[in-house]
């Protein structure tokens, strides 16, 4: 028995004088931090968000794409012509999502936004980048901004059998029902009215 116990001894200094309890120790306390299954702790994460912008502000939302993990980015940086411009690292919990905000010294243009020139990214803790959607209502926003109110209607064709239809087509139509006209094979041609 004595000298097993002093052979248990002299491997406990070797574990230790050679660090492998140390770092044994260290990955206990890691997984209990972490989580054993949580992959994000290899290999990054994948996120997923939308943004919008306001005059100088990007404020948008950020969650995993896939719900196996917790964390937060890193941060959240905005490009534009691929050039950083501002980023955050401040989130706002909500739920399994991060509200952030992006602060930035400029005001931005509807080109910025119909050239698609702004980038949004979130980052995780070992450097990938997860690309985050433009909000698409706010795309409508500066495209009707740009482009004005819709144009006057020029011209409606209607196929039904009391419209205009029968007067802008050629070959390739049967004649006009109720409600539509039926195409006949595979080439069909409209032309002016006669």
Not at 46 to 58: A, D, L, M, P, T
Request: hydrophobic letters at 35%; proline letters at 2%.
């Amino acid at each position: 028995m004595i000298g097993q116990r002093d052979h248990t001894e002299s491997l406990d200094c070797n574990w230790q004088r050679d660090g492998k309890l140390l770092r044994l120790l260290n990955r206990i306390r890691s997984a209990l931090r972490d989580g054993w299954h949580d992959p994000v702790t290899h290999y990054g994460a994948n996120y997923q968000g939308r943004f919008e912008i306001k005059g100088s502000q990007v404020f948008g939302v950020v969650t995993h794409q896939s719900d196996i993990s917790w964390r937060e980015p890193k941060s959240v940086v905005l490009l534009r012509d691929q050039q950083e411009v501002a980023s955050t690292c401040s989130f706002e919990a909500a739920g399994h999502s991060w509200r952030f905000t992006i602060d930035t010294d400029r005001e931005f243009a509807a080109d910025d936004i119909l050239k698609e020139r702004l980038e949004v990214f979130a980052v995780d803790r070992l450097g990938g980048r997860s690309r985050l959607r433009m909000e698409g209502a706010m795309q409508l926003g500066y495209i009707r901004e740009v482009f004005g109110a819709p144009s006057a209607l020029e011209l409606s064709i209607d196929f039904s059998r009391k419209a205009n239809g029968k007067d802008y087509v050629r070959d390739g139509w049967y004649g006009p029902e109720e409600e539509h006209t039926w195409t006949w094979g595979d080439v069909q041609h409209n032309g002016a009215s006669r």
